[in-house]
């Protein structure tokens, strides 16, 4: 998922007020749908390079992973600015709003950011320049998929390569008596990020000659970040 840059640079302009409202939907989802056996073909397969493998009685639900694990996602923008100003003052505030869902299910992105720039013109050689910004990310992932919590191969990797039934069969050599699917990632698995960032700052700016301006500037800027993994004996087993 992808985030939203935040443009520090743009200010006011004098005049009446000016507001702008942007939004924006976009629809993603893989590109290709992989064809693979189904279930009564990968057993007839394993039957043929080794004689009655699996036994006449054994008929599993056939599961096309790759349904069940991607679907069509749906991104959401929005943004709303204000800008104005005068011969001596000029401001520009913008706040925005993004949901980015991930075409694997129960992963995506949402972000909220708020920007304010500030410009007083104290006389005709001193300004004063402030700026002050926050921002809100939440984000949920996936990760790889082999039977330890490792990230050697990947999820869509694991779609593909699974066998297209969730039965325990007798080719599974695992005394736990567990069947790792590919489904077990959206149900046994998650990691979930939460970030805060506030940013402020304020200049003033002398101009001493043309040409030639002494800067006095301070800054704020605070980060908080975590970020949570959780795993169950659905996906990770010893």
Excluded: C
Excluded at 33 to 52: C, F, G, M, Q
Excluded at 115 to 141: E, P
Excluded at 166 to 176: G, I, S, W
């Amino acid at each position: 998922p992808t985030g939203v840059v935040l443009i520090t640079t743009k200010q006011g302009k004098s005049g009446k007020a000016k507001i702008n409202l942007t939004t924006g939907i976009s629809f993603d989802r893989a590109s290709k749908h992989i064809n693979v056996l189904n279930a009564e073909e990968y057993i007839a397969y394993r039957n043929e390079k080794e004689e009655d493998f699996y036994k006449a009685d054994f008929h599993p639900e056939n599961r096309d992973w790759q349904r069940e694990l991607f679907h069509t996602a749906i991104t959401q923008s929005y943004r709303l600015s204000a800008n104005g100003g005068n011969d001596k003052a000029n401001y520009y505030v913008a706040g925005g709003y993004l949901d980015n869902k991930g075409i694997i299910r129960n992963t995506g992105l949402s972000q909220a950011d708020l920007r304010v720039n500030y410009q007083y013109k104290l006389n005709n050689n001193l300004a004063l320049k402030g700026t002050f910004s926050m921002m809100r990310r939440v984000n949920d992932m996936t990760t790889g998929t082999d039977g330890q919590g490792n990230q050697r191969t990947s999820l869509t990797r694991h779609a593909v390569l699974a066998k297209p039934f969730a039965n325990v069969d007798p080719e599974d050599d695992d005394d736990t008596g567990l069947q790792l699917t590919p489904t077990n990632w959206l149900t046994d698995y998650e990691d979930h990020s939460e970030e805060n960032r506030t940013m402020a700052s304020i200049a003033l700016d002398y101009k001493i000659i043309k040409g030639l301006t002494f800067p006095l500037m301070g800054s704020y800027d605070n980060r908080d970040k975590t970020r949570s993994r959780w795993y169950s004996t659905g996906v990770y087993t010893s």
